[in-house]
């Protein structure tokens, strides 16, 4: 099975409707996943079901590629068409539990959630239980949308699980499917804050760099400029200068898994506590100091991003709406103690 932190935002090409059922779905594939193992292109997508389910779907023709039978390693090429039927996952739908949420905008149409830090999105293996979609259908019941199945009610895009901040829920079906357009259109407009660990030369500017997957770990994406590397652009702006750190403002112009943080390390500005593309997976008291304490602190056990705003044009009544998520405490005390001995 996929990673269940994957951000969605991967599936900006992906059909405006993914739903189980005996109808198949149909997809075409586009150009920048030519040369893609099938069974690989259609976990991305149908991020239920293990690998092994897929290929088995491959084998027994549920699944194919032009109206033919295949292979799981087929090579996918642009404008090729599959045709998808897949049962409902076999593993029990998530149940409600009450788990508090911070609502942060909320109509009969749509919710914008705070999701905490150290929070997996939906169900997926490892994590059956204590995800945001089981706190929604505690919170929300019946009022959440199926258009991306039974096991992901409400779940229009995702978040890292340790990435805290404002999430999109669909509580309408024909509002949700517009949603998801928008982020497939590049019509939604997302604003992430980070702590960085480095100093950046400019106090603005674009990073572009095409990303992929890490060849040999499947949990990493590189900064590449091989042909089947995909495009990839941040604006960044700097809040906040200190000694050896800075508090940056992000808006991913693309939605690649990881990219905020793949860019900010490709630029020498890792987010702070960020283990898999920084190095080291906790920020303490006496390294934010420079010096040992008897008595230490932990500031930041996490990957210090926080999605702060959402900027949309509501589907149903054409307004403009702009939510924005507050600073974690984490990241707020360790911008405090950074104020107070990292100052320039």
Known sequence: MTDPDIDDELLDDAPPELRRGSEPIRMVVKIKAEGMRLDHYLQIYFQDFSRSDLQEGIRSGAITVNGKTTKPSHKVRSDDILAVTLPEPQHPAPVPEDIPLDVLYEDEFLAVVNKPWNMVVHPAKGNWSGTLVNALQFRFKDAL????????????????????????????????????????????????????????????????????????????????????????????????????????????????????????????????????????????????????????????????????????????????????????????????????????
């Open 145 to 344: 949308s199926q258009a991306n199945g039974s096991h992901r009610p409400g779940i229009v895009h995702r978040l890292d699980k340790d990435t805290s901040g404002a999430i999109l829920i669909g509580k309408e079906e024909r509002t949700h499917r517009e949603l998801a357009g928008m982020f497939e259109h590049r019509k939604m407009f997302k604003e992430y804050v980070a702590i960085c660990a480095g100093e950046l030369d400019r106090d603005s500017d674009y990073i572009e760099a095409a990303m992929k997957l890490h060849p040999h770990d499947r949990l990493r994406q590189i900064v590449s400029r091989d042909a089947d590397a995909k495009e990839a652009v941040s604006y960044y702006e700097v809040m906040e200068r200190f000694r050896g750190f800075a508090l940056v403002k992000v808006q991913p112009k693309t939605g690649r898994t990881h990219q905020i943080r793949v860019h900010l390390a490709h630029v020498g500005c890792p987010v702070l506590a960020d283990k898999l593309y920084g190095g080291r997976s906790s920020f303490k008291l006496s390294e934010a100091i420079g010096h040992p304490l008897e008595t230490d602190e932990l500031l930041l056990e996490r990957q210090a991003l926080h999605a702060f705003r959402l900027r949309f044009k509501h589907p149903r009544t054409g307004n403009w709406l702009e939510v924005e998520a507050p600073f974690p405490p984490d990241m707020r005390r360790t911008l405090d103690v950074l104020r107070e001995h990292r100052k320039l």
